[in-house]
């Protein structure tokens, strides 16, 4: 796996269970991360699953147009105090990807913004 590029299995069927776009550049693959550019190559009809099947491996970048909308429907109060707090408890070193898809699944579980 990609750590810190793209997010893990369990935060991506987090994604896909809340709602979020699977037209992302990385998919998660059994397990494995693969990219638009070697999809059709590995893409084996006997043993790859149905793409329906594949995960958003979503990474920092596109995470991020999500959170500016976020800031937009918080009024502009995104990072007040509570969301700091919340943010260093599940902040994970290094790995930007997580971060943000964690503080968007807090957020949305929250009822405190819509996807």
Do not use: C
């Amino acid at each position: 796996m990609m750590k810190g590029f793209t997010v893990s299995e369990p935060v991506a069927r987090k994604l896909k269970a809340l709602g979020f776009p699977q037209d992302t550049y990385f998919q998660l693959v059994n397990g494995e991360v693969w990219d638009q550019t070697m999809q059709s190559d590995y893409e084996i009809p006997r043993t790859t699953p149905p793409r329906d099947t594949w995960l958003a491996a979503y990474t920092a970048p596109e995470l991020g147009p999500f959170l500016i909308k976020a800031e937009k429907q918080m009024g502009g109060k995104l990072m007040n105090d509570k969301m700091v707090k919340h943010l260093v408890g599940i902040a994970e070193f290094k790995d930007e990807a997580a971060n943000r898809a964690k503080l968007l699944i807090y957020l949305i579980e929250n009822k405190l913004i819509a996807l």
